[in-house]
């Protein structure tokens, strides 16, 4: 339980770090961000909130694609149907230049998508614009 409650409020600093980074446009403010979810998830590895909302500011924020990539691949490893992290998995794959890769992860997001997922809109958008892309000519 000590662990959890540690978790969690090291993730509200993190998301209060995060806060102040998209007010104020200030890379470190996402830095800090980072490091602080990244210790909610070491101080609760079931916490995979923490660890998603650190490689979303990983490859968005930071231009970090690679650690992002890694961080969300241990996530799917995991749990292959944490959609989540499928979903910024492929969005990563895509920042990189990786278009097969992120088009697979969206085909897979959209088969195993629930219904009034938040992203399931811009999953089938982006994999539509991908399979153009990725095609035979």
Request: charged letters at 25%.
């Amino acid at each position: 339980m000590r662990s959890w409650v540690k978790a969690q409020l090291l993730f509200t600093w993190g998301g209060l770090h995060r806060y102040f980074g998209n007010t104020n446009g200030v890379r470190h403010e996402y830095e800090r961000a980072a490091h602080y979810f990244d210790r909610a998830y070491r101080a609760d590895p079931n916490f995979d909130q923490a660890l998603l909302a650190a490689a979303v500011l990983r490859y968005r924020e930071l231009g970090r694609v690679d650690a992002a990539i890694d961080d969300l691949s241990g996530l799917l490893a995991a749990n292959p149907a944490h959609s989540s992290a499928r979903f910024y998995r492929a969005m990563a794959y895509q920042e990189a230049g990786r278009y097969q890769e992120a088009l697979q992860d969206l085909q897979a997001f959209l088969d195993r998508a629930q219904p009034g997922d938040p992203n399931f809109d811009s999953a089938l958008r982006m994999a539509g614009l991908l399979d153009d892309l990725v095609a035979p000519a």
